[in-house]
């Protein structure tokens, strides 16, 4: 065909090779085809990241317009018909069923099974990290989730600007001064890459991320209740990386199951749904970054209680650690 334009529609977790179509298809050509293959229709397609001069292109704009690159990739949010018929139970809230107390009752007997432990050692030797910036000495750790914690993976928007979490950036400019900042998602590599351009994570100059963390980092463990579920173990961040621990290490997602194995060092973040009715009130991360400054004079964060973190109030120093603080000017004067 001449002039030829084949791209990748990234959807719902997969990828969609499209072809057959040339520089004088229109977009909604381009939407017809995506519909044949995913089966969402044209008018519920937004491609979030196909552009013409800043903007999102009409239907009637020519993919000559767009100078697509062979094997762009675009993402596209959207919803199949039979899907928002029976929204009100989609398939990602099914975890959220989990009682806090179903999971307490299992979690003493799972984190210590040396089948699972054994999984995780696996991990730490085979599963290879591509460090983007490197630990810095004396920090914390943190690591997040992205989907319905820093991204409404679900909602349609013309842009991925109005997917993402309120105060995502100063979150993690905050965060940043003290711990250093891993992303953990439960989806492919390319996936993640692509949602931390697209929120402009990966290129912010407030704050760096050290290395991101895919579903092939995670293990799958059997519960009584649930059956087999996926789940991510920090045992595999600290059999890597000497300088963090259960001491140092706390994980926000909003699904807790997946620090199953580790239920002392995981806080279950309120999710972020609906981004086009709650991005005008949703405040989590504000109050979160609060939290994370204030246990960050924490030695050991195992003495702590995520599920109550609204309830923390921070110890208050005394005269001798606030002098050290200080560089010992103070320490020698009244009791």
């Known amino acids: 065909m001449e002039n030829a334009v084949e791209v ?6 997969k990828e969609y090779k499209i072809s057959n179509l040339s520089e004088s298809d229109s977009v909604y050509s381009l939407k017809k085809l995506i519909h044949k293959e995913t ?30 690159k062979q094997g762009f990739k675009i993402m596209m ?7 928002i018929a029976d929204a009100s139970s989609p398939p990602d809230d099914i975890p959220e069923v989990i ?4 999971i307490e009752e299992e979690e003493i007997a799972i984190e210590s099974k040396d089948v699972y432990l ?18 810095r000495e004396g920090k914390k750790l943190l690591v997040l989730d992205i989907d319905y914690t820093l991204f409404d993976h679900r909602s349609t928007a013309e842009t991925g600007h109005e997917l993402m979490r309120p105060f995502l950036h100063e979150f993690l400019t905050s965060a940043y001064q003290d711990y250093d900042i891993v992303i953990w998602s439960a989806t492919s590599m390319k996936w993640i890459e692509e949602k931390m351009k697209l929120l402009g994570v990966s290129t912010h100059s407030c704050y760096k991320i050290i290395f991101y963390l895919d579903n092939s980092a995670m293990i799958s463990i059997h519960t009584p209740k649930y059956g087999v579920i996926q789940v991510k173990p920090l045992g595999v961040i600290w059999g890597k990386f000497g300088q963090y621990s259960s001491r140092n290490t706390i994980m926000f997602d909003d699904i807790r199951r997946n620090f199953l194995m580790n239920p002392g060092n995981g806080l279950k973040i ?6 086009h009715l709650n991005r005008d009130k949703d405040r989590e991360l504000l109050r979160l970054a609060r939290y994370l400054k204030d246990i960050v004079h924490e030695e050991d964060f195992n003495g702590l209680d995520h599920r109550h973190w609204e309830r923390y109030r921070p110890r208050k120093k005394n005269k001798q650690e606030a002098a050290r603080e200080d560089g010992g000017g103070s320490s020698g004067q009244g009791s």
């Open 39 to 68: 089966g969402v229709r044209p008018e519920r397609q937004k491609l979030l990241n196909l552009k013409l001069k800043g903007k999102p292109p009409d239907d009637d704009c020519l993919l000559s317009a767009l100078k697509l």
């Open 99 to 102: 009682n806090d107390l179903d």
């Open 8 to 13: 990748v529609v990234k959807w719902s977790g």
């Open 270 to 275: 309120r999710p972020f749904k609906q981004a």
């Open 118 to 135: 054994a999984k995780i050692d696996r991990r730490i030797r085979d599963y290879k990290i591509n460090m983007l910036n490197e630990p």
């Open 77 to 83: 949010m959207g919803s199949l018909e039979e899907d």
